[in-house]
């Protein structure tokens, strides 16, 4: 039969590991708030980002004030063309990003990985991406994205 000690001990131990689980738990719960507030904060850049393209689509001559950006482009349909497409991989980088966070299941994320993969053999999307004005975004995603123009055949 344990005594009162022995069971006072069990009883310390049984409470502190129970706080130190606690404790675990908590910060694995802080990193994913950090990671979900993380992926938020790049999504709204993004969002950010993609309305002024809107903007450029809707009224191309909003283009012009960044000659350098649509140099490459003879008229307002190509214009368009242009900003659409980045419009189109700025949706396709914030799936990306959300993946690489853990965010994103792969099921999803390789759904939309095959449909970029059919935008990217689309001769417009690979003007755009061959252009050389300016694209903002994350470093590691555009080295993706110039990958997979280069893996992907030209649709005719």
């Known amino acids: 039969m ?3 000690q022995e069971v006072q001990l069990v009883l310390q131990a049984v409470s502190s ?4 689980g606690g404790l675990i738990y908590t910060a694995f719960q802080f990193r994913n708030y950090r990671r979900a507030q993380h992926v938020a904060n790049f999504t709204k850049l993004v969002e950010l980002q993609m309305h002024l ?3 450029r689509v809707h009224e191309p001559q909003l283009a012009r004030v960044y000659r350098h950006d649509v ?3 003879q008229n307002d349909t190509e214009i368009r063309e242009y900003f659409f497409n980045l419009m189109q991989m700025s949706v396709f980088e914030i799936i990306w990003f959300a993946h690489r966070q853990g965010q994103v299941p792969p099921e999803y994320y390789r759904s939309w990985d095959r449909r970029m993969r059919d ?3 689309e001769p417009t999307f690979r003007k755009m991406m061959a252009s050389e004005s300016m694209k ?3 470093d ?3 080295v993706y994205m110039q990958a ?3 893996e992907t055949p030209v649709r005719a």
């Not at 590991?17 to 130190?20: N, S």
């Open 2 to 4: 344990p005594t009162i």
């Open 17 to 20: 590991l129970a706080i130190a």
């Open 53 to 55: 393209r809107e903007m």
């Open 71 to 73: 140099s490459h482009t």
């Open 119 to 121: 935008i990217a053999a």
């Open 136 to 138: 903002i975004m994350h």
């Open 140 to 142: 590691d995603f555009q």
């Open 148 to 150: 997979m123009v280069r």
